[in-house]
Structure formats: structure tokens, C-alpha cells
């Protein structure tokens, strides 16, 4: 085999191996936590704490199983495509921080992997820079990802403020921080969704990255921004005012029918899969509102 063979192979592999071991932890979690695991040293003084339980270890499953397929497609495309050491680099970190989310057991470990994934999947949009169209999307999705991280960042802090342990217990939280909280977080995981009116980097990121890579943003990567909706907004912040359901009826309802109104008309196919995500991230959202509405 050639020596440039190598790369392809050990990427994808590891891709495959990392989805495979991120679907087993994730039914491991969805029938009884896993014990809370702690490493001191890969954050500089609070550490990385990782808990995987039944509804992070629900899309962990999602994500693994994603990363698999994708995974195995990834060898031979990026063979043939011919790419770098760094795309081949970025791919199984950018698993490896899809996995990270929904296992993070700290408000910290949750925003690190949170940008870092941001960061890894910028990265892969960027394989093909030379094109001006890949470096407008990026730039596009850049400026989208931060925004909504700044978002979640504000809100993550307003919270961690009033409560000693945002993911193990929320405490008695004044009305005022709960509205703010969820309105922030709410754009913050709203656009890594590709809710309206946060949707713009979808449909431009995801028919210049590469194959495989949109398939883990719009099969993997918007579903954390669902689970961000449920395990912030839903579970801990929860059960909140009437108009926090109508909130989210409203913004599934219409992402949906705008997302079906622009895939009946897109011409390209990736473009076409993008607004198919953002309808079908509608639907779910939709379902959210309706659950917490009737709730």
C-alpha cells in the first residue's frame, strides 16, 4: 500500500473506532449512568468531568452510529480527494467532541467541548479553501457558531451563578435569570440547530464541506443542539412559563415550513439536505413545545 494510503486509513479508522466506542458508552448510559469520570490534566485547573446518563447517552448513540458510517466512507473519499494532514486530523477530534457534549458531566467540560467542536468543524468546512464559495461559508459559519457560543456562554455563566452544580441540580432560581437563561440559550442552541432565524451557515456550510463531514453536521452535530434544548431548557431549567412552549411551537413551526419551502426549490443536492435539516429540526423542536406546553 502507499505510503499516502496511510493517512485515509488510520483517520477513517479511528473515526469508525471512536463512533463504535461512543455507541457502546451511549447504551451503557441509557441503561443506568455510567460512573462520573474526571481528568485533571486535559483542562488547565477545573479539570474535564464526563457523566454520561440516559438521555446524553441517547444521542451518543445518535452521534456514534453517524460516526461510523461516515467513518467508513471517509477512507476512500479522502483518498481520492487527496486531502492533508490536517482535515485527516481534524475528523475523529471533531467525533471525539461530538461524543463530548452529551457525556459532559460540568459546565466547563460542556463549554470546551461545546467550542472545540465549533472549532474542528470550521476546520473541515475549510478543506477545499482555494474555493472562494468554501471560504464565504466559512466565514458565514464562523461568525454564526461564535455569536451563538457567546450566547451560551452568557447564559451557562447567569446560571452557574445562582446554583452550586448546573448539571446535577438546579437550586431555587429567580424567575428573571430563568427567562434570561432560556432566551440565551435558547439562540445559542438554536443556532447550532439551524433554527430560523439562526439557519443561515446550514445551507451554505454544508454543500461545500466535505461528504462525510456534512453528513456529521447535519446527522450529528444540529442534534446537540436539541439535546442542549432538553438537558438546559427542559430538564434542568424546567417547567418554565407558558410562552417558553409557545416559544418553541413558533420557531419549530415556522424552521419547518421554511424548510420544506426552500428544499421543494433547491436544485442542488446538498443544498436541498440542508433545508431538509433545518425542516426536520423544526419538526422536533415543535414536538419540544407541544411537550412542554402540554406538560
Known amino acids: 500500500m502507499p505510503r499516502a494510503a496511510f493517512g485515509p486509513l488510520i ?4 473515526t469508525v ?8 458508552a451511549g447504551v451503557a448510559g441509557m441503561f443506568g449512568a455510567l460512573p462520573t469520570v474526571r481528568i485533571g490534566w486535559l483542562l488547565p485547573l477545573l479539570g474535564v468531568q ?10 451518543m448513540v445518535l452521534t456514534g452510529a453517524v460516526a461510523v458510517a461516515a467513518g467508513l466512507y471517509w477512507i476512500g473519499y479522502s483518498r481520492h480527494e487527496g486531502f492533508g494532514a490536517v482535515p485527516l486530523t481534524a475528523l475523529p477530534v471533531f467525533v471525539v467532541t461530538l461524543l463530548a ?8 467540560t460542556f463549554l470546551f467541548a461545546w467550542e472545540l467542536m465549533a472549532l474542528t468543524s470550521l476546520v473541515l468546512v475549510l478543506t477545499d479553501q482555494q474555493r472562494s464559495e468554501v471560504r464565504s461559508a466559512a466565514l458565514i459559519y464562523a461568525v454564526m ?13 447567569i446560571l452557574a451563578a445562582t446554583t452550586d452544580d448546573v448539571f446535577a441540580r438546579i437550586g431555587a432560581v429567580p424567575d428573571g435569570v430563568r427567562n434570561t437563561v432560556f432566551v440565551l440559550t435558547l439562540i445559542g442552541f438554536g443556532s447550532k440547530a439551524g433554527l430560523l432565524p ?18 456529521l453536521l447535519s446527522a450529528a452535530m444540529v442534534n446537540l443542539g436539541v439535546y442542549g434544548i432538553i438537558r438546559i431548557d427542559m430538564q434542568l431549567l424546567g ?24 428544499a421543494s426549490v433547491a436544485t442542488d443536492l446538498k443544498r436541498l439536505l440542508a433545508y431538509s435539516t433545518t425542516e426536520n ?10 411537550a412542554m406546553l402540554l406538560a
Not at 473506532?17 to 457502546?24: C, E, K, M, N
Not at 464526563?50 to 444521542?59: N, Q, W
Open 239 to 262: 417547567p418554565g412559563p407558558r410562552w417558553w412552549a409557545l416559544t418553541l411551537l413558533a420557531v419549530g413551526g415556522v424552521s419547518a415550513v421554511y424548510g420544506v419551502l426552500q
Open 101 to 108: 457534549v452529551p457525556a459532559a458531566g460540568s459546565v466547563t
Open 145 to 157: 457558531t461564535q455569536l451563538g457560543f457567546l450566547t451560551l456562554l452568557l447564559g451557562m455563566v
Open 17 to 24: 473506532g471512536l463512533g463504535a466506542g461512543g455507541l457502546g
Open 11 to 14: 483517520s477513517g479508522a479511528a
Open 50 to 59: 464526563l457523566r454520561v446518563e440516559p438521555l446524553g447517552g441517547f444521542f
Open 198 to 215: 439562526l439557519h443561515a451557515w446550514l445551507p451554505r456550510a454544508h454543500p461545500e464541506a466535505p461528504s462525510p463531514v456534512s453528513a
Open 281 to 290: 429540526i423544526g419538526l422536533i423542536t415543535l414536538g419540544l413545545g407541544a
